[in-house]
Protein backbone atom coordinates (compact mmCIF):
# COMPACT_ATOMS: atom_id res chain seq x y z
CA UNK A 1 0.00 0.00 0.00
CA UNK A 2 1.10 3.47 -0.88
CA UNK A 3 1.32 6.30 1.71
CA UNK A 4 0.00 9.70 1.58
CA UNK A 5 -0.74 12.01 3.77
CA UNK A 6 -0.60 15.80 5.21
CA UNK A 7 2.43 17.28 6.78
CA UNK A 8 1.49 20.20 9.43
CA UNK A 9 1.06 21.79 13.02
CA UNK A 10 -1.73 21.50 14.17
CA UNK A 11 -3.25 19.26 11.29
CA UNK A 12 -5.30 17.07 13.46
CA UNK A 13 -8.32 19.03 11.52
CA UNK A 14 -7.78 18.48 8.11
CA UNK A 15 -10.24 17.21 5.63
CA UNK A 16 -7.82 16.20 3.75
CA UNK A 17 -8.07 12.44 4.64
CA UNK A 18 -11.80 12.36 3.90
CA UNK A 19 -11.31 13.40 0.25
CA UNK A 20 -8.18 11.75 -0.46
CA UNK A 21 -9.26 8.21 0.87
CA UNK A 22 -12.28 8.84 -0.73
CA UNK A 23 -10.62 9.28 -4.22
CA UNK A 24 -8.48 6.15 -3.84
CA UNK A 25 -11.34 3.90 -3.17
CA UNK A 26 -13.15 4.97 -6.12
CA UNK A 27 -9.93 5.05 -8.56
CA UNK A 28 -9.15 1.90 -7.41
CA UNK A 29 -5.82 2.83 -5.91
CA UNK A 30 -4.11 0.84 -2.93
CA UNK A 31 -3.18 3.85 -0.82
CA UNK A 32 -3.92 5.86 2.10
CA UNK A 33 -3.90 9.38 2.85
CA UNK A 34 -2.55 9.65 6.83
CA UNK A 35 -2.18 12.61 9.03
CA UNK A 36 1.50 13.64 10.02
CA UNK A 37 1.40 16.24 13.17
CA UNK A 38 4.88 17.16 13.20
CA UNK A 39 6.40 19.19 15.59
CA UNK A 40 9.09 21.41 14.28
CA UNK A 41 11.71 19.74 15.98
CA UNK A 42 10.74 16.42 14.38
CA UNK A 43 10.63 18.19 10.95
CA UNK A 44 14.58 16.73 9.84
CA UNK A 45 13.57 13.09 11.43
CA UNK A 46 10.61 13.13 9.09
CA UNK A 47 11.84 14.10 5.87
CA UNK A 48 14.92 11.93 6.36
CA UNK A 49 13.11 8.56 6.73
CA UNK A 50 10.35 9.34 4.05
CA UNK A 51 12.17 7.07 1.19
CA UNK A 52 11.57 4.33 3.98
CA UNK A 53 8.17 4.27 4.96
CA UNK A 54 6.63 3.81 1.41
CA UNK A 55 5.73 7.59 1.39
CA UNK A 56 4.37 8.71 -2.35
CA UNK A 57 3.41 12.04 -1.71
CA UNK A 58 2.07 14.65 0.21
CA UNK A 59 0.67 18.05 1.53
CA UNK A 60 1.69 20.36 3.71
CA UNK A 61 0.06 22.61 5.39
CA UNK A 62 0.74 25.79 8.23
CA UNK A 63 3.53 26.25 9.58
CA UNK A 64 5.66 23.86 6.82
CA UNK A 65 5.08 25.52 3.45
CA UNK A 66 7.95 27.68 3.36
CA UNK A 67 10.37 25.73 5.81
CA UNK A 68 9.87 22.43 3.45
CA UNK A 69 11.76 23.96 0.41
CA UNK A 70 15.19 23.37 2.25
CA UNK A 71 14.28 19.90 1.77
CA UNK A 72 13.39 19.35 -1.58
CA UNK A 73 15.36 18.39 -4.58
CA UNK A 74 13.28 20.53 -6.93
CA UNK A 75 11.01 23.10 -6.91
CA UNK A 76 8.19 23.91 -9.63
CA UNK A 77 9.10 27.45 -11.14
CA UNK A 78 5.35 28.80 -10.00
CA UNK A 79 6.30 27.21 -6.54
CA UNK A 80 9.72 29.11 -6.35
CA UNK A 81 7.82 32.44 -7.20
CA UNK A 82 5.29 31.55 -4.36
CA UNK A 83 8.40 30.89 -2.29
CA UNK A 84 6.18 28.02 -0.46
CA UNK A 85 4.84 24.60 -1.74
CA UNK A 86 1.91 22.74 -0.42
CA UNK A 87 2.32 19.61 -2.73
CA UNK A 88 5.19 16.91 -2.75
CA UNK A 89 5.84 14.24 -5.13
CA UNK A 90 8.38 11.15 -3.96
CA UNK A 91 10.21 10.63 -7.48
CA UNK A 92 12.49 8.02 -6.56
CA UNK A 93 14.96 8.95 -3.85
CA UNK A 94 14.02 12.63 -4.76
CA UNK A 95 11.32 15.02 -3.24
CA UNK A 96 9.62 17.48 -5.95
CA UNK A 97 7.99 20.13 -4.88
CA UNK A 98 4.72 21.70 -5.81
CA UNK A 99 1.88 24.68 -4.91
CA UNK A 100 -1.50 24.35 -5.81
CA UNK A 101 -3.03 26.74 -3.51
CA UNK A 102 -3.08 29.50 -6.04
CA UNK A 103 -5.07 27.65 -8.64
CA UNK A 104 -7.53 25.81 -5.96
CA UNK A 105 -8.45 29.20 -4.87
CA UNK A 106 -9.36 31.15 -8.21
CA UNK A 107 -11.04 28.62 -8.90
CA UNK A 108 -12.85 28.24 -5.43
CA UNK A 109 -13.22 32.21 -5.72
CA UNK A 110 -14.78 32.07 -9.45
CA UNK A 111 -17.17 28.97 -8.60
CA UNK A 112 -18.23 30.18 -4.89
CA UNK A 113 -18.41 33.78 -4.94
CA UNK A 114 -18.62 33.94 -8.94
CA UNK A 115 -15.62 36.96 -8.75
CA UNK A 116 -12.98 37.82 -11.11
CA UNK A 117 -10.57 39.83 -9.34
CA UNK A 118 -9.34 41.77 -13.08
CA UNK A 119 -9.48 45.66 -11.83
CA UNK A 120 -10.62 44.93 -8.85
CA UNK A 121 -9.64 45.91 -5.32
CA UNK A 122 -8.77 42.85 -2.94
CA UNK A 123 -7.37 43.51 0.81
CA UNK A 124 -5.54 40.11 2.45
CA UNK A 125 -4.55 39.63 6.05
CA UNK A 126 -1.60 37.26 6.16
CA UNK A 127 1.90 37.07 4.36
CA UNK A 128 2.58 33.41 5.12
CA UNK A 129 2.93 30.91 2.47
CA UNK A 130 -0.87 30.21 1.93
CA UNK A 131 -1.23 34.41 1.33
CA UNK A 132 1.98 33.97 -0.73
CA UNK A 133 0.30 31.19 -3.28
CA UNK A 134 -3.29 33.52 -3.57
CA UNK A 135 -1.63 36.82 -3.84
CA UNK A 136 0.89 35.68 -6.80
CA UNK A 137 -2.28 33.84 -8.10
CA UNK A 138 -4.50 37.19 -7.99
CA UNK A 139 -2.08 38.96 -9.30
CA UNK A 140 -1.39 37.33 -12.31
CA UNK A 141 -5.21 38.15 -13.07
CA UNK A 142 -4.39 41.63 -12.91
CA UNK A 143 -6.29 43.07 -10.11
CA UNK A 144 -6.05 47.09 -9.92
CA UNK A 145 -4.53 47.03 -6.06
CA UNK A 146 -3.78 44.40 -3.64
CA UNK A 147 -3.08 45.80 0.00
CA UNK A 148 -1.47 43.40 2.49
CA UNK A 149 -1.16 43.47 6.40
CA UNK A 150 0.38 41.00 8.94
CA UNK A 151 1.62 41.12 11.93
CA UNK A 152 5.40 40.94 11.27
CA UNK A 153 5.41 43.68 9.17
CA UNK A 154 8.58 42.65 7.79
CA UNK A 155 7.34 39.86 6.58
CA UNK A 156 5.04 42.02 4.38
CA UNK A 157 7.24 44.04 3.10
CA UNK A 158 8.87 41.29 1.58
CA UNK A 159 5.94 39.66 -0.08
CA UNK A 160 5.06 43.57 -1.36
CA UNK A 161 8.32 43.99 -2.62
CA UNK A 162 8.22 40.40 -4.09
CA UNK A 163 4.56 40.81 -6.10
CA UNK A 164 5.48 44.20 -7.06
CA UNK A 165 8.98 43.11 -8.72
CA UNK A 166 7.34 40.32 -10.85
CA UNK A 167 3.82 41.67 -11.29
CA UNK A 168 3.74 45.45 -12.57
CA UNK A 169 0.27 45.86 -13.40
CA UNK A 170 -1.35 45.68 -10.31
CA UNK A 171 -0.69 48.21 -7.67
CA UNK A 172 0.85 47.51 -4.16
CA UNK A 173 0.05 48.65 -0.87
CA UNK A 174 1.39 47.61 2.31
CA UNK A 175 -0.58 48.34 5.24
CA UNK A 176 1.13 48.74 8.36
CA UNK A 177 -2.02 48.63 10.08
CA UNK A 178 -5.48 46.95 9.36
CA UNK A 179 -6.81 50.66 9.51
CA UNK A 180 -4.52 51.07 6.23
CA UNK A 181 -6.26 47.81 3.91
CA UNK A 182 -8.72 50.35 2.79
CA UNK A 183 -11.34 48.12 3.40
CA UNK A 184 -14.34 50.25 2.82
CA UNK A 185 -13.02 50.73 -0.68
CA UNK A 186 -11.98 47.07 -1.47
CA UNK A 187 -14.32 44.78 -3.33
CA UNK A 188 -13.01 41.28 -1.34
CA UNK A 189 -11.23 40.84 1.79
CA UNK A 190 -9.35 37.73 2.46
CA UNK A 191 -8.16 35.94 5.40
CA UNK A 192 -4.91 34.24 4.66
CA UNK A 193 -4.52 33.88 8.41
CA UNK A 194 -4.78 31.11 10.94
CA UNK A 195 -6.96 33.48 13.16
CA UNK A 196 -9.98 31.62 13.27
CA UNK A 197 -9.18 27.82 13.44
CA UNK A 198 -9.88 28.22 17.34
CA UNK A 199 -13.55 28.88 17.54
CA UNK A 200 -12.71 31.50 20.19
CA UNK A 201 -10.35 33.38 18.25
CA UNK A 202 -11.89 37.30 17.59
CA UNK A 203 -11.45 38.18 13.83
CA UNK A 204 -8.60 40.78 13.20
CA UNK A 205 -11.17 42.89 11.78
CA UNK A 206 -12.98 45.23 13.68
CA UNK A 207 -16.71 44.52 11.78
CA UNK A 208 -17.15 48.46 11.44
CA UNK A 209 -15.34 47.89 8.49
CA UNK A 210 -17.42 45.19 6.91
CA UNK A 211 -20.32 46.53 4.48
CA UNK A 212 -23.22 44.81 2.18
CA UNK A 213 -21.47 44.40 -1.07
CA UNK A 214 -17.70 43.42 0.17
CA UNK A 215 -16.81 39.67 -0.98
CA UNK A 216 -15.11 37.87 2.19
CA UNK A 217 -13.41 34.72 1.60
CA UNK A 218 -11.77 33.05 4.74
CA UNK A 219 -9.20 30.37 4.09
CA UNK A 220 -9.95 28.75 7.72
CA UNK A 221 -13.12 25.90 7.05
CA UNK A 222 -12.81 24.28 10.04
CA UNK A 223 -14.82 25.88 11.66
CA UNK A 224 -16.74 26.53 8.67
CA UNK A 225 -18.01 29.59 10.22
CA UNK A 226 -15.62 31.15 11.54
CA UNK A 227 -16.21 35.10 13.57
CA UNK A 228 -15.40 36.89 10.40
CA UNK A 229 -17.75 34.87 8.53
CA UNK A 230 -20.43 35.22 11.34
CA UNK A 231 -19.79 39.30 11.36
CA UNK A 232 -19.76 39.63 8.02
CA UNK A 233 -22.82 37.88 6.79
CA UNK A 234 -24.77 40.36 10.07
CA UNK A 235 -23.48 42.78 7.90
CA UNK A 236 -25.12 41.26 4.26
CA UNK A 237 -21.69 40.82 2.67
CA UNK A 238 -21.01 37.25 0.33
CA UNK A 239 -18.98 35.00 2.07
CA UNK A 240 -17.01 31.70 1.44
CA UNK A 241 -14.89 29.43 3.35
CA UNK A 242 -11.92 27.26 2.45
CA UNK A 243 -13.57 24.41 1.86
CA UNK A 244 -13.78 24.78 -1.88
CA UNK A 245 -10.15 26.00 -2.38
CA UNK A 246 -9.42 22.48 -0.11
CA UNK A 247 -11.25 20.88 -2.41
CA UNK A 248 -9.45 22.12 -5.64
CA UNK A 249 -6.13 22.17 -4.63
CA UNK A 250 -6.49 18.68 -3.72
CA UNK A 251 -7.72 17.45 -6.57
CA UNK A 252 -4.90 18.99 -8.40
CA UNK A 253 -2.26 17.36 -5.57
CA UNK A 254 -4.42 13.93 -6.57
CA UNK A 255 -3.34 14.59 -10.53
CA UNK A 256 0.44 15.30 -9.93
CA UNK A 257 0.95 12.01 -7.72
CA UNK A 258 -0.87 9.86 -9.45
CA UNK A 259 -1.31 10.74 -13.05
CA UNK A 260 -4.47 10.26 -12.73
CA UNK A 261 -7.53 12.40 -13.10
CA UNK A 262 -9.25 13.08 -9.62
CA UNK A 263 -13.35 12.30 -9.26
CA UNK A 264 -14.61 15.68 -8.24
CA UNK A 265 -17.76 14.43 -7.23
CA UNK A 266 -16.53 12.19 -4.86
CA UNK A 267 -14.20 14.12 -3.26
CA UNK A 268 -16.99 17.15 -2.90
CA UNK A 269 -19.20 14.65 -0.98
CA UNK A 270 -16.40 13.43 0.83
CA UNK A 271 -16.35 17.00 2.49
CA UNK A 272 -19.47 17.56 2.45
CA UNK A 273 -20.17 14.70 4.64
CA UNK A 274 -16.92 15.69 6.40
CA UNK A 275 -17.87 18.83 7.06
CA UNK A 276 -21.02 18.18 8.66
CA UNK A 277 -19.94 15.59 11.35
CA UNK A 278 -17.37 18.67 12.69
CA UNK A 279 -20.72 20.77 13.63
Not at 251 to 269: C, D, H
Request: aromatic share 8%; glycine share 8%; hydrophobic share 40%.
Amino acid sequence: MHIYGILGYPAKHSLSPLMHNAAFKALNIDAEYRIFEINRNELDDFFANIFTRNIQGFNITVPYKEEALKYLDYIHPDARIIGAVNTVKVSGHKLDGFNTDGEGFIKSLQEDLGFSPKGSKIAVLGAGGSSKAITVALSGLKPRKIAIYNRDLEKARHLVFRLADNFQETEFKLAAKIEELDIEESDLLVNATSVGMNPADKPLIDPKYLRKGLLIYDLVYNPSRTMLIEAALVKGCRVANGLGMLLYQGMSSLQIWTGRKAPESVMREALKEGKWSLE
